[in-house]
């Protein structure tokens, strides 16, 4: 699997956006960028993935650079509820090859 | 829809005690998976199941067995419960397989709540 780095923490303020980025510089080309997210105690939840393209849905934006090598998850309107851990993880996304592996992921603390 | 389901929340043993933990899920996924999270890390995957009937060791499956003989169903058991094995334990089940109107990506995994487990 291609390693993923993310930075350990970071802080934002409530209601502008929230931008994760995640370096992947040995993803292979069928390997997709997957990002979860794990509130205070809870089972980590699936936010959004993508292989080449921008991908948005009603969480998140994923912008993937066009060497792949690294994205970054924008949460555009962060909100007090969007504290969390940030995991990053990149992937083969097909049916034989469905695990996951979560890093240490990045703390994102969301300030009023 | 209840999704991802487990019990026990809470649980403490006594080292050398055995338990099971269920998970079960009624979302007909044909995959189910059991994780463990210490303090600080990331999830680590012990035992996985790609269908009824089958089951293969994960990461760390040292101490664990599963069992799933229902789709829906997957337990985790510990027969010689240990310190080492306080954590909190994750169910998730994922890929609802052919015919479920839905295009899932094979890797959005639904979690469950959590089982939160203190060996003394």
């Known amino acids: 699997d291609a390693k993923t780095t993310q930075p350990p923490s970071m802080d934002c303020a409530e209601g502008r956006a929230a931008n994760l980025p995640c370096n992947h510089s040995?993803?292979?080309?069928?390997?997709?960028v997957y990002w979860y997210r794990q509130i205070h105690s809870q089972g980590p939840q699936y936010i959004i993935h993508?292989?080449?393209n921008n991908e948005t849905n009603e969480m998140a934006s994923l912008i993937i650079t066009e060497d792949r090598k690294s994205s970054t998850l924008i949460l555009p309107h962060a909100t007090l509820r969007d504290t969390a851990v940030y995991y990053c993880?990149?992937?083969?996304?097909?049916?034989?090859?469905?695990?996951?592996?979560f890093g240490a992921g990045t703390t994102v603390t969301v300030r009023a | 829809n209840a999704g991802v389901t487990q019990t026990p929340k809470f649980r403490v043993l006594k080292t050398g005690q055995s338990m099971t933990l269920l998970c079960a899920q009624d979302?007909?996924?044909?995959?189910m998976y059991w994780y463990r999270q210490d303090p600080g890390m990331g999830l680590r995957l012990i035992h996985y199941?790609?269908?009824?009937?089958?089951?293969a060791k994960g990461e760390v499956p040292d101490g664990y067995n599963v069992s799933r003989l229902k789709k829906q169903n997957f337990l985790l058991g510990l027969e010689s419960a240990a310190p080492s094995q306080t954590s909190v334990y994750f169910c998730?089940?994922?890929?609802?397989?052919?015919?479920?109107?839905?295009?899932?990506?094979?890797?959005?995994?639904?979690f469950g709540p959590g089982t939160r487990l203190t060996v003394l």
């Open positions: 979302m007909n996924h044909e995959y």
């Open positions: 199941s790609v269908g009824e009937g089958t089951t």
């Open positions: 993508g292989l080449k």
């Open positions: 040995t993803i292979s080309g069928n390997e997709y």
């Open positions: 993880i990149v992937r083969v996304g097909v049916k034989d090859d469905y695990k996951l592996s």
């Open positions: 998730a089940s994922s890929y609802p397989g052919l015919g479920s109107g839905r295009g899932y990506p094979y890797n959005e995994q639904f």
